[in-house]
């Protein structure tokens, strides 16, 4: 028995942990819909899988606080991986949060079921489109495949916290404000040639009530140039995934110490 607990279902735990981590922070198997007991049956299958295609050995510790250390090192790097994926959603969505405040429609809601909460109504559409990206590209597939990978790297109890890995998940959190102002980058510009035709007009005709007709024009050119911007949206989304599987092999060789 004892021999069971420190070779089999202490390593399947650890490996469990990890999964679990990974499991609550990717998107698509995060949201409110997929129940509970789906992601926890999800993290056994992972683990179950793994500790069969590369079998993990690791004694149990001796005292309960390097256990708890390091079961808790484990659920880390599991967040850390789901988390660095997490963000590139992050980046659209706030892509969205900004054309929603251009266009002046920030008092206009959407209830995202994926979140359980209201969101600005441009940045649900862009999380949507993003996840149908996602989804058809196969990178749903690419990211449960990198973290099978990740036991080759990083064993359980073999991750670094270095200054390496603070400044690469630093770099990847700035990355995500550019990504956001590359996206809404056309929405900005009419509504800032709107702004600067009304102001025109405003000192022009000093009568006009500038405020009152320029919000309606702003929202029809900001919608209209929306739309014409899909195939824009698409090819940024596609190129930022492109990077996506190169850049969590970056994220795991930093965790392994590589």
């Known amino acids: ?45 992972f683990a179950y899988l793994i500790s069969l295609m590369s079998p993990v050995a690791v004694a149990m510790p001796e005292n ?13 790097v599991g967040l850390l991986i789901g988390f ?7 980046g659209f969505e706030m892509a969205g949060q900004i054309i929603t405040m251009e266009t ?13 909460t209201s969101t600005p109504l441009f940045s649900s559409l862009m999380f949507y489109f993003s996840v149908l990206i996602f989804l058809a590209l ?26 390496t890995l603070a400044t690469e998940v630093i770099a990847r959190s700035v990355k995500l404000f550019w990504v956001a102002l590359e996206m809404a980058a056309p929405i900005i510009c009419v509504s800032f040639m709107v702004t600067l035709m009304f102001a025109v007009f405003g000192r022009a005709v000093p009568q006009m009530n500038v405020f009152i007709l320029s919000f309606p024009i702003r929202v ?4 209209v140039v929306f ?17 996506l599987p190169g850049d969590i092999s970056g994220l795991i060789r930093t965790l392994g110490g590589v």
């Open 104 to 116: 002046g429609l920030a008092m206009s809601t959407l209830f995202n079921p994926f979140e359980g």
């Open 138 to 163: 196969d990178l749903h597939h690419e990211v449960v495949a990198a973290f099978f990978r990740s036991y080759e790297v990083i064993p359980p109890g073999g991750a670094v916290m270095s200054d």
């Open 1 to 45: 028995m004892e021999s069971w607990l420190n070779n089999l279902f202490w390593s399947w735990m650890l490996i469990f942990l990890r999964a679990s981590g990974f499991v609550l922070m990717i998107p698509v198997l995060s949201v409110r819909q997929v129940p509970i007991f789906v992601r926890v049956a999800l993290s056994a299958i």
């Open 84 to 90: 660095f994926i997490r963000l590139l959603f992050y």
């Open 227 to 243: 739309g014409l911007s899909a195939n824009l949206f698409f090819s940024y989304i596609y190129q930022y995934f492109s990077y």
């Open 64 to 76: 309960w606080l390097d256990t708890c250390l390091l079961m808790a090192a484990e659920v880390l």
């Open 220 to 223: 029809l050119a900001s919608i």
